[in-house]
């Protein structure tokens, strides 16, 4: 029905950028917030940053002022800009969205990507 798929992980050195991207396709009506996530092995998922209409932007304050949230509403794609990476910043990450789909008759499920590992060391 619908589908979430990632890309722009990688390894990159402290200090580097990368652009993560997700775009949703599929039999989908709405879409309301859509987020990025992160998770380290053996530690809970934790919001990144998410974007909403009428709401806006926001951010977990680990990466405030480095990364940047946007997103394509024609093409129901997020993206996250990741700039001076550091070390702890090293998790897997996953983009979310809020979708109604054509037959949920207007109900939101949260739906995820696969998950994009971002590595950053030296």
């Known amino acids: 029905q619908v589908q979430m798929v990632e890309s722009g992980g990688g390894l990159v050195q402290p200090g580097g950028s990368l652009r993560l991207s997700c775009a949703a396709s599929g039999s989908i009506s709405e879409v309301g917030t859509m987020g990025w996530y992160r998770q380290v092995l053996g530690k809970q998922r934790e919001l990144v940053a998410d974007?909403?209409?009428?709401?806006?932007?926001n951010y977990a304050d680990s990466v405030k002022g480095r990364f940047t949230i946007s997103r394509d509403y024609a093409k129901n794609t997020v993206y996250l800009h990741m700039n001076s990476l550091k070390p702890e910043d090293t998790a897997v990450y996953y983009c979310s969205a809020n979708i109604a789909t054509t037959r949920s008759m207007g109900v939101y499920s949260v739906y995820w990507g696969q998950g994009t590992q971002v590595t950053v060391s030296s």
């Open positions: 974007i909403s209409d009428g709401v806006g932007t």
